[in-house]
């Protein structure tokens, strides 16, 4: 069957972003063939996830390179609202880099954790095997390691990251540190995979 | 094409949307599609929307009941909504769909939903647990171990396990925020000193990932222990009470018990199933009115058929 429909993509998508989401630091490939990636090439990863989630009943915010661009754009073809990042229900993290800004975002309260942010990077490349050549001790190409425990996870799972400084684990694991209150992430690479780092998952980085 | 373009395009794309949605039907199935008036899988995109977002938020907490917006469905509340929104919210043209209602493929709310969302969905049914991607169930889960790539949505009629003790949602919620459920286990402690057993036959507390004390739905004690660690997800909807909730994968899952007290299932006592021998299945007890002779039937029809199959050498699968 051919998907040219804006229904069948966004349910693809998000049966992705459910098993991404079920077990946490596994990739998933996106939906590829479809109309709209010819159209939108590079960043269509991203529009297919936030086209999927995002409406006029929730806010979000962008933070990193192609800020204007990107926010008009999504409220554009979503209706969803701009919000502050203290208020955002989406930050849009553009460049896997957020400088600790994501520290400020909404964890929900003990009575409803799940009004915490999702937030969503758009990062170079994820991957389940090692980059070739190995990752050199301290991550001189800007590789990653992580190593996660939690739920949806037997025992531990290992994935690399390029695109994302070692930093932004850290901010995450701050403000995941007081489960359930915290924010779940989900991760999305240029040749559409995507991973999910829910607020339950225990972060090691190397 | 420039995004800007793409987005004056979509207006067009909205309008041709559903013939599209029909043609990739036809194409597929080679029956024009029927439906009109109606989006595919009955609920509009923006409910879909909500529930897929709540759908989310349940998996990263593992046993935190989530509200939503339960939506009207041409079924009554309290019959199987909440689960049938959530797989309506979740379902594609390439699912392989099965119902159950206490293990049955064949009652009268399984076969009703089944048909309902196979019309909408336009999606192959199916009696075998194997070969599902969705089940959709009432009161039990399935005997046979469910694989990675499918779900289980369970229907949910009372999704608060604090409720038998605690009438305010307000103070319900409290308590889950505070992780403060010594009332619960004071209950059960009466519980056995009242009767020396913990006398809750369905719905047994279990506390997901050492923080949530959940609903499991009623499913007997039999199927508590496939919660634990198990490889499927599980999503659980109240469509009455508007709220969504899941255990994901190799969680920990442990029906509350105490150190000198265990929680134990149901022990049929060596009774086997009398259409197809069966002794490790959950049976249902069937009692002759006239005679008082108690009988005894797998409770999951469809392992039962496999297994009379198998027996006859009928079935060839695994």
Same mark, same amino acid.
């Given at each position: 069957m051919q998907i040219n429909d804006e229904t069948f993509i966004t349910q693809k998508t998000f049966r992705a972003l459910l098993q991404a989401m079920s077990h946490p630091g596994r990739v998933y490939q996106l939906e590829q063939?479809?109309?709209?990636r010819s159209q939108i090439t590079d960043k269509y990863n991203l529009f297919s996830v936030l086209q999927t989630l995002l409406d006029h009943e929730v806010g979000f915010c962008v933070i990193g390179k192609e800020k204007e661009y990107l926010k008009s754009n999504i409220s554009e073809l979503t209706g969803c609202p701009v919000k502050d990042i203290s208020d955002a229900d989406f930050i849009i993290v553009s460049d896997g880099e957020s400088n600790g800004e994501i520290l400020k975002a909404k964890k929900g !309260?003990?009575?409803?954790?799940?009004t915490g942010a999702t937030v969503i990077y758009s990062i170079r490349s994820l991957s389940q095997i090692p980059p070739y050549p190995p990752l050199v001790k301290g991550g001189i190409r800007g590789d990653l390691k992580l190593t996660l425990k939690g739920?949806?996870?037997?025992?531990e799972i290992s994935l690399f990251l390029v695109g994302v400084s070692k930093k932004e684990f850290h901010y995450l694991k701050e403000i995941n540190s007081e489960y359930p209150l915290g924010i779940d992430s989900v991760f999305i690479d240029s040749a559409n995979r995507i991973m999910c780092i829910p607020r339950s998952t225990r972060i090691e980085v190397r | 094409m420039k995004l800007k373009e793409w987005i004056a395009n979509k207006e067009h794309k909205d309008n041709i949307r559903h013939l599209s949605a029909c043609n990739a039907q036809a194409e597929k199935s080679?029956?024009?599609?029927?439906? !009109?008036?109606y989006n595919f899988a009955f609920i509009d995109e923006g409910s879909k929307r909500e529930i897929r977002r709540k759908l989310l938020k349940a998996i990263a907490i593992p046993g935190y009941q989530v509200p939503f917006g339960s939506r009207e469905l041409p079924i009554a509340s309290g019959w199987g909504t909440g689960g049938l929104q959530i797989t309506f919210s979740i379902i594609g043209t390439e699912d392989i769909l099965k119902v159950i209602d206490q293990g049955c493929d064949g009652s009268v709310n399984a076969v009703n939903i089944k048909k309902l969302i196979s019309k909408v969905a336009e999606v192959r049914t199916t009696i075998d647990t194997h070969e599902a991607t969705i089940i959709q169930t009432r009161h039990r889960i399935p005997e046979e171990r469910m694989r990675e790539d499918q779900i289980l949505v369970l229907q949910v009629p009372l999704p608060e396990a604090l409720r038998r003790i605690e009438p305010s949602e307000v103070e319900t919620r409290r308590m889950h925020a505070e992780a403060d459920y010594s009332l619960m286990w004071l209950y059960l402690y009466e519980d056995i000193v009242k009767f020396k057993e913990i006398s809750i036959a369905s719905r047994y507390p279990v506390m997901v990932g050492g923080r949530y004390i959940m609903d499991p739905s009623p499913v007997p004690r039999w199927d508590v222990p496939k919660l634990h660690m198990a490889d499927t997800l599980y999503l659980f909807g109240a469509g009455r009470e508007k709220r969504i909730y899941a255990i994901p994968p190799y969680t920990k899952v442990e029906p509350l018990e105490f150190e000198d007290f265990k929680f134990r299932i149901e022990d049929f006592k060596g009774e086997s199933c009398m259409r197809c021998g069966s002794k490790d299945t959950f049976l249902d007890e069937i009692i002759d009115d006239a005679t008082g002779r108690r009988t005894y039937l797998c409770s999951d029809t469809g392992y039962c058929d496999k297994v009379l199959e198998g027996k006859e050498g009928k079935y060839y699968g695994d």
């Open positions: 063939k479809t109309e709209v !309260s003990l009575e409803y954790p799940d739920p949806g996870i037997n025992g | 080679e029956v024009r599609h029927k439906f !009109s008036g």
